[in-house]
């Protein structure tokens, strides 16, 4: 039976500082979920999971797995296992010792041990290398040692803080896919953290975005991808990113270097100011011929041919982005040469808008 998570308004504020590393994160973990924690370096992502492991004190709120408040209980009464970035494996004991080497502190059976590190290995292709030492395993070996270490465990949640890091980018994409259909396959409750946007997307029931300590946003990947809630979501969430920029509004309409793009009715009723905040993704424009109403003009500065795809790098002619560049996805067979002019439309059904105070969404 898998086990829901709670974090129930948690904060931790550190000894000497005023400001919250994680600031009353509240965060309802369904069972069984893959929940996966994003944000730039120092958004209190990694802190949140040491709070839920028992490795950094909750200073306001609580937290809760399954029915029983693990607040301020120990790491090793919350039944919970944890994968490190660092595979933390001891280097004179075998790839099966390593496994079994928390059931053997626990004073678990002899033969029980041996049966769930059988099991384990089995689940991730390590049964040829049981007896191997750690020193004559590749980097993503090593890490699914570390996988099976928690596996054989049974924990009630799995905690993963950037287990990929380590791993060049080829293994990282194989690896990622195994440890999703891994616990798809197991349903434990996992919590996963990492700064890489794609792997939160590729690999998550639901992600949470966290910025400055404080949850921006909980949803599905598509969700975060096509409903941003605010325009740091927008903007950290999709490779390459939205093109964002703060534009002036005249007569129901954004002016937007040498165009003019028409706002709702709906958008208009929300604006404060005579600014707003105007994003599109890479993929929702068009190339259109000079003079089309609402084209773009743009510089194009780099070309990136990619195959299956093509992205152009630009600068808006007669505006500035609050970007450093505009990118554009275009057909890939015909693609525009560096130096050259292209005219893009924005797809109007596929415009996003955010008040230029407060970052927030505006209907659109």
């Known amino acids: 039976m898998s086990t829901p998570v709670l974090f129930d308004s948690a904060s931790r504020v550190y000894p000497g500082s005023t400001t919250p590393a994680v600031d009353a994160l509240h965060l309802d973990i369904d069972p069984g979920e893959f929940l996966v924690l994003v944000g730039p370096s120092g958004c209190g992502k990694s802190t949140s999971l040491r709070m839920l492991a028992g490795l950094e004190d909750v200073t306001s709120g609580s937290i809760h797995v399954g029915r029983r408040d693990v607040t301020h209980l120990p790491p090793k009464d919350r039944d919970i296992a944890m994968v490190f970035q660092s595979y933390a494996l001891y280097p004179h004991l075998t790839v099966g010792e390593n496994m079994g080497f928390a059931l053997k502190i626990a004073r678990v059976s002899k033969s029980e041990i041996r049966s769930r590190v059988a099991e384990a290995a089995k689940v991730l292709d390590l049964e040829p290398l049981l007896d191997r030492k750690p020193a004559a395993l590749s980097g993503g070996q090593r890490q699914r040692v570390a996988m099976g270490r928690a596996i054989v465990r049974e924990p009630q949640v799995f905690l993963m803080d950037e287990p990929l890091s380590n791993l060049d980018a080829k293994l990282r994409v194989q690896t990622r896919t195994q440890i999703a259909a891994l616990q798809q396959r197991l349903g434990v409750t996992t919590v996963y953290v990492t700064h890489d946007q794609v792997e939160a997307m590729t690999m998550g029931d639901r992600v949470a975005v966290l910025k400055d300590g404080v949850l921006q946003q909980a949803a599905s990947p598509l969700e975060l991808y096509d409903r941003p809630t605010n325009a740091f979501v927008a903007g950290f969430i999709g490779s390459p990113a939205m093109n964002l920029g703060t534009f002036r509004v005249t007569d129901g309409a954004a002016v937007v270097g040498g165009a003019r793009v028409p706002l709702s009715r709906a958008t208009i009723a929300a604006l404060t100011e005579d600014e707003v905040v105007l994003g599109f993704r890479p993929e929702a424009v068009e190339v259109v011929s000079q003079g089309t109403e609402g084209a773009l003009a743009i510089e194009v500065l780099v070309a990136e041919e990619l195959g299956s795809e093509a992205f152009l790098y630009g600068n808006l002619v007669g505006g500035e982005l609050h970007a450093p560049h505009l990118v554009a996805k275009v057909p890939p067979r015909s693609v ?29």
Request: glycine share 6%.
């Open 336 to 364: 525009p040469e560096k130096g050259s002019l292209v005219h893009l439309r924005i797809q109007q059904d596929r415009l996003h808008l955010f008040s230029a105070s407060t970052g927030e969404a505006l209907p659109s």
